[in-house]
């Protein structure tokens, strides 16, 4: 089937290549030609593993091609708007600016019969308004709203092989119709048994907005448990595993850390907020203020612990508010992961970011790595200074690790002891060992964790 993608950023670019490797014609639109000469050329602006493969096998068969000209959509029977929705400037609601912008480029090159399916993270009634628009220009044009559920680090793997796949359609005969096409598009999934999920507008749109605030809201909780752990002196990493095994509650995303970020939690569960107080219903979700203010305060607990643990040589478990952020100015800190998470190069909202930047800006000496993310870090933070792991590491007085990559993970704690100058280190994901830590000599700090 001839597709076209509006939009080549992250979601656009990976489900461009993806919907051309399941043997489908895709041609990708976007605005900005050097993203396009860039996918052109199979050289992605982002990390994302398999993306490049992906694109270089496509282009190579023909079956994928990048454009700035929306003309070149025409053809296309299904058009996939797949734009960003950032946070508005100074405000929590999602900024549609650029979903406006690429119906409104679309709706001149639609033929009777095609379809147009978002996936962009939009405020519930968003889908209503605009299949009132294309309606306006092309009457047989027909909006499906088909949320996304990608994973960064296995977003390819989870287009080609998504957990479930959901539609919302108009009544009638129109949704009728537009499910089939479709259901022809997803033809792949769909045989392997994939759980389809078929309802309205304003249910599809709510999936992924109430599926992302539990996300974060399970985190959040655990987070808080960790608080909690540090104040009693208990282990929320055991806390986790036991109340994970409960079938009811599961031990996904109940890992306590410094929080999370990207681009899609945070700001998707503020715009939730924002889209409930427009409703009228806004203390309905005012619990997601508290998620998103304990997410924040993770922040802060990592900087509290890592100033604590350099302001005392006691070896007692230090977390606090009343930490002594002077004993921080001129002290070699190594910060180790950039990225919101592993396997990513994305900064957006990062916690590890926000931390590094913090600590710079408390006067500390502060020496970032990360294997894919310093490129973005240095052009939106040229004041921190980078370096390879083995750099940042090179005269450390502390050590902290704020993404869990696999290198990370698996530092030999001696060996990180005989080139670092002293021996703190504060894991901000609780993903080291503690004992193997502290047999080498370190001063151990977790969140939550004794």
Known sequence: MRISVIG?????????????ALGHQVVGIDVDPDKVDALNAATPSIFEPGLGDALAAELEAGRLRFSTDYADAA?????FIAVGTPQRRGEGAADLTYVHAAVEALVPHL??????????????????????????????????????????????????????????????????????VLDEVYADALASGTPQVVTDYATAELVKVAANAFLAT?????????????????????????????????RKFLNAGVGFGGGCLPKDIRAFRARAEELGIGDTLGFLREVDAINLRQRDRVVDAIAGALSVNDGDRYFGSDSSTGSLVGRRIAVLGLAFKPESDDIRDSPALDVAVRLKGLGADVVCADPK???????????LAYASTAEALAGAEAVVLLTEWREYRDLDPAAVAAVASGRIVVDGRNVLDPDAWRAAGWTYRGLGRP
């Open 8 to 20: 080549c950023g992250y979601l656009g670019a990976v489900h461009a290549a993806c919907m051309a």
């Open 75 to 79: 053809e296309a029977r299904v058009h």
């Open 111 to 180: 033929r009777p019969g095609a379809v147009v399916v978002g996936k962009s993270t939009v405020p519930v009634g968003t889908a209503q308004l605009l299949a009132e628009r294309i309606h306006a220009d092309q009457p047989d044009a027909s909006l499906v709203w088909n949320p996304e559920f990608l994973r960064e680090g296995v977003a390819v793997a989870d287009t080609l092989h998504p957990d479930r796949i959901v539609y919302g359609i108009p009544a009638g005969d129109e949704g009728d119709r537009a499910r089939a």
């Open 218 to 250: 399970k985190i959040s909780f655990i987070n808080a448990m960790s608080e909690v752990a540090d104040a009693v002196g208990a282990d929320v990493t055991h806390l986790a595993d036991a109340i994970g095994h409960d079938p009811r509650i599961g």
């Open 373 to 383: 993310a310093i490129p973005n870090a240095r052009a939106k933070h040229p004041q």
